[in-house]
């Protein structure tokens, strides 16, 4: 059976925090979503640390998940949201440093542009943060209209950021699907 004859489709999300402890923070959210209904975990990429884009203050700690989701994309959204405000994330201005970050980056192939939500993910492949660790969760993945992944990171090689040995420690159910 694939996954579209499952009603599942894989979407990654890119997990960001640079208050608090940020290590904590993507382990926690990593457990919210392998606790989401509709949903079976896949597996969530090393940590990397990189500097804020368009912002200051301190370096984020940044991750991919990879999860399978029956959800519609407006309804993962709410959840991803949902699970930013259970962690303090605040939003007082734009680019603002954050307890806890989840981007929607793609969802299989699929294409939206709504008010609130972009598939993929509008800059995401513009970004290191999100394509080193996508290159190690998904080697071979296409971007939606923009190629592999794998060539979209010599673009961005200028943008500074460093593999982190120590991985997150995620609860012990959530190398099971759900």
């Given at each position: 059976?694939?996954?579209?004859?499952?009603?599942?489709?894989r979407?990654?999300?890119?997990?960001?925090a640079n208050?608090?402890?940020?290590?904590?923070?993507?382990a926690?959210?990593?457990?919210?979503l392998?606790?989401?209904a509709?949903?079976?975990?896949?597996?969530?990429?090393?940590?990397?640390?990189s500097a804020?884009?368009?912002?200051?203050?301190?370096?984020?700690?940044?991750?991919?998940?990879a999860?399978?989701?029956?959800?519609?994309?407006l309804?993962?959204?709410?959840?991803l949201?949902?699970?930013?405000a259970r962690?303090?994330?605040?939003r007082?201005?734009r680019?603002?440093p954050?307890?806890?970050?989840?981007?929607l980056l793609?969802?299989?192939?699929?294409?939206?542009?709504?008010?609130?939500?972009?598939l993929?993910?509008?800059?995401?492949?513009l970004?290191?943060?999100?394509?080193?660790?996508l290159?190690?969760?998904?080697?071979?993945?296409?971007?939606?209209?923009q190629?592999?992944?794998?060539?979209?990171?010599a673009?961005?090689?200028?943008?500074?950021?460093?593999?982190?040995d120590?991985?997150?420690?995620?609860?012990?159910?959530a190398?099971?699907?759900?």
């Amino acid at each position: 059976m694939t996954l579209r004859d499952a009603g599942l489709r894989r979407a990654y999300v890119g997990l960001g925090a640079n208050l608090g402890d940020a290590h904590a923070a993507l382990a926690a959210a990593c457990a919210a979503l392998q606790a989401l209904a509709q949903t079976s975990w896949v597996g969530c990429s090393g940590v990397y640390r990189s500097a804020p884009i368009d912002s200051s203050g301190p370096d984020y700690l940044n991750a991919v998940a990879a999860i399978d989701t029956r959800l519609e994309p407006l309804v993962l959204l709410d959840a991803l949201l949902d699970i930013e405000a259970r962690h303090g994330r605040e939003r007082p201005y734009r680019n603002a440093p954050r307890t806890l970050d989840l981007d929607l980056l793609c969802i299989a192939d699929l294409r939206l542009d709504e008010p609130r939500l972009t598939l993929p993910h509008p800059r995401g492949h513009l970004r290191a943060f999100v394509l080193l660790p996508l290159a190690e969760l998904a080697p071979g993945l296409l971007w939606p209209g923009q190629g592999p992944v794998e060539t979209l990171l010599a673009q961005v090689v200028d943008q500074p950021i460093e593999r982190l040995d120590r991985g997150l420690v995620l609860p012990r159910n959530a190398a099971r699907s759900g």
